[in-house]
């Protein structure tokens, strides 16, 4: 029967708890260093924005970009946390003392578990709140972008800007129907640069399609003058569905606790929701993974006595490992992305994978 030995545990998790942060301290700070290096590159042309500016896009982004590197983080801590005990030969002593491979990799995987569970339900929608700020500094900022389109469960939010007249449509409810989109109770706000406001259109329903919107039983009213009933008024813009589509919030500007949310409105407005869903899932399985990637380092690394080369050779065929793990999920992700593959299966099978190579390879080596 295995014991448990809670002074060894807790000096192996500590051991854990600090070379995972040191390593993602670096990491950050690298990526933040080439998030804004990128980002005064594309700001080239846009006079007006500022260092300052610049430097706080890229600190918005940094979590969410952090995210995406937390398995190699995990898995490079492991790999630190071996090879320290192994050269200070504490790793010989532990094994020697009959400790078992699982008991010692017990800590850093409960760990692991842990963090990925308070990333998931608490550290995710604060990066997911501060991504979608970045993007929408990205759009008004860099890429120049004059329209605005929000779609939830309170209803449809379009803003667009032409001519020095910014329009403001808002529906209670909206439905696809191939290329048209289906309105009810909208509102309709023009007003000039100085935001006054010029006219205003209500409408019990409307529609969508071939770049205008059609409008039955509207109300056309003009500051000071009186309110214009028509049975059928079309107002052009700019707007198709197909930038409908594409303005959808993306799935990383949302957080684990919206997304459901959102992926249910938006299937019963007839949008598709397979992008949303399927980093959903992605996020469920995200703990796992962690843990898969500390199993996959422990396989590589967890030897007792070997020289310096051994170690570089076991360290450079666990990353490699690690990177064709990760091209592998960036592949299935792809397939489930054009419905090739079951969202379930693309999302939960990279982690599937790595642990049970992981576990594999241990098993084989432990218990023969």
Known sequence: MNRVYP?????????????????????????????TVELMRRSVGAATVDFSTLFSMAVLKLPHTAEATLPFVAMLAMMFVLFRLSRSHELVVIRSAGVSVWQFLAPPLVL???????????????AANMYDSYQRMDESLIRGQDTTLNIGESGLWLRESAGGIATVVYAASVHQDNDTLTLTKVSIFQTDNKETLNRRIEAATGRLSDGAFWLEKAWDIVPGKPGVLY????????ITMSKVQDSFAAPETMSFWELPQFIRFSEQ??????????????????PWLLCAMVLIAAAFNLT?????????????????????L????RFLYALGLSATLPLVLAAWAPAAVASLLGLAYIFHREDG
């Open 7 to 35: 002074t060894l545990s807790l000096y192996l998790g500590r051991h854990f708890i600090v070379s995972f942060f040191s390593l993602l301290a670096v990491i950050t700070g690298l990526v933040l260093l080439f998030d």
């Open 112 to 126: 692991t578990a842990i963090f990925g569970m308070l990333n998931l339900t608490i550290i995710d929608p604060v």
């Open 231 to 238: 049975n059928e008024l079309t107002l052009p813009t700019s």
């Open 269 to 286: 407005a007839g949008f598709s929701a397979l992008p949303h869903r399927l980093y959903w899932y992605s996020l469920l399985a995200s």
């Open 304 to 324: 007792a006595n070997v020289r310096l080369a051994g170690w570089t050779g076991r360290g450079v065929a666990g990353l490699s490992v690690g990177f064709m």
């Open 326 to 329: 990760y091209f592998f999920s």
